[in-house]
């Protein structure tokens, strides 16, 4: 249902405005169970992956290229207007051209979520979006089953997030502790070996365990500069360092997930969930 906006001042995109003002949006999403999806690649797999949407804004060269979606859904408004009208609203130039308005799927159980799951990642307290999203688009390519997240770390349905992981937070199931880090006695509860990726005294090299890899792994990474808290590290079984050169001492974290994904992917497909 295309709705032509002749004024940036019209109620019904509320859904829309001060996109840039982080704060904000991060309150107000949650509570109205709300999330934006930006750019037609990433609204099409949050649609894909069930996800409804309450409605459609978008720039007029974008409708034609989004028509099939909104035929699907015949019923959901599509706000068009032009550039100037559009940035307006939403405090920013829209150059994807394509925004949507989506209802919060539940919330998933850790339970939930570890179901048949062999690799997982386990964050703690990631509170950068980009960084998280990054983490999430690895965790899609490289066969990570799910991710869990302790309950400071940042929202995998911020914009943001969402936009620089490609959709891969619609891809791989995601759940929350709700206590943290006693959570992880569930992990283990489960059959998983928690290694914890840090600079501590005793860590080994990540090679020594991807040589024999346990049937279920979970890899736990921390927050941006201080790493893995104390107590987190004190709950894993293991702590596993990436070997470094040229006195380099660690990777960016969403680089570091990257490289112990891919060392600890499970090389028999016939036997993943």
């Known amino acids: 249902m295309l709705i032509h906006l002749e ?99 539940p919330e998933l159980t850790i339970e939930e979520v570890l179901g048949k799951a062999r690799r997982v990642a386990v964050l703690e307290d990631i509170v950068d979006h980009t960084n998280l999203g990054a983490v999430f688009r690895s965790a899609a390519a490289l066969g990570v089953d799910a991710v869990l997240l302790s309950p400071r770390c940042a929202d995998p349905l911020y914009r943001r997030s969402i936009r620089v992981s490609m959709g891969g937070v619609f891809q791989v199931p995601w759940a929350r502790f709700s206590s943290w880090p006693a959570g992880l006695e569930t992990l283990r509860g489960c059959g998983f070996t928690v290694a914890a990726l840090g600079l501590a005294p005793g860590a080994v090299d990540l090679d020594q365990i991807s ?63």
């Open 7 to 105: 004024s940036a001042d019209d109620p019904r995109t509320a859904d829309y405005r001060n996109l840039t003002d982080t704060q904000l949006r991060k309150r107000i999403e949650p509570r109205e169970g709300l999330y934006i999806a930006e750019s037609s690649k990433v609204l099409r797999r949050a649609i894909e992956a069930g996800h409804e949407p309450r409605s459609f804004f978008l720039a007029p060269k974008w409708a034609g290229d989004l028509a099939d979606l909104l035929e699907r859904f015949p019923q959901v408004p599509a706000y068009v207007a032009d550039e100037q009208v559009l940035e307006t609203i939403t405090g920013f130039h829209l150059h994807r051209g394509a925004l949507a308005a989506m209802n919060r799927p």
């Open 211 to 273: 040589g024999n890899l346990p049937h279920r792994l979970a890899l736990m990474l921390g927050t941006e500069g201080a790493g893995l808290s104390a107590e987190a590290l004190a709950g894993a079984d293991v702590t596993v360092r990436i070997p470094m050169h040229r006195s380099v001492d660690s990777l960016n974290v969403a680089a570091a997930a990257s490289v112990a994904f891919w060392e600890c992917r499970i090389r028999d497909h016939s036997q993943a969930p």
